[in-house]
């Protein structure tokens, strides 16, 4: 079984960073792209950053410039380092990732979320 994990959120001031990691773990052959996606209370869940297994990535219009995510296959993590936080960022981050599970073919997973409140 493949589990997901997001952990490094918290509460920020504007202006401020946060790093977020997203682990999996269990019988992983490979992981290939993975996402991070965020969702404010009343809104729809929307696509932050993307990364393939190459490392190429690509963002969502907010965050182009501010976010950057980067990935450490040897440690099954993907992070996503947020700089220059605003309030609008605020929101449950979710990471998304499609996995080649061992003798089971490629699954997509979902974490759990963690929370980021950027507010003075």
């Known amino acids: 079984q493949v589990q997901l994990v997001e952990s490094g959120g918290g509460l920020v001031q504007p202006g401020g960073s946060l790093r977020l990691s997203c682990t999996a773990s269990g019988s992983i052959f490979s992981i290939n792209t993975v996402g991070w996606y965020r969702q404010a209370p009343g809104t729809q869940r929307e696509l932050v950053a993307i990364?393939?297994?190459?490392?190429?990535?690509d963002y969502g219009e907010p965050v182009k410039g501010r976010f950057t995510v980067s990935r450490d296959d040897a440690k099954n993590t993907v992070y996503l380092q947020m700089n220059s936080l605003k309030p609008e960022d605020t929101g449950v981050y979710y990471c998304?990732?499609?996995?080649?599970?061992?003798?089971?073919?490629?699954?997509?997973?979902w974490g759990q979320g963690t929370q980021v409140t950027v507010s003075s």
């Open positions: 990364i393939i297994k190459t490392g190429s990535a």
């Open positions: 998304n990732a499609d996995i080649e599970v061992a003798d089971s073919g490629v699954s997509d997973y």
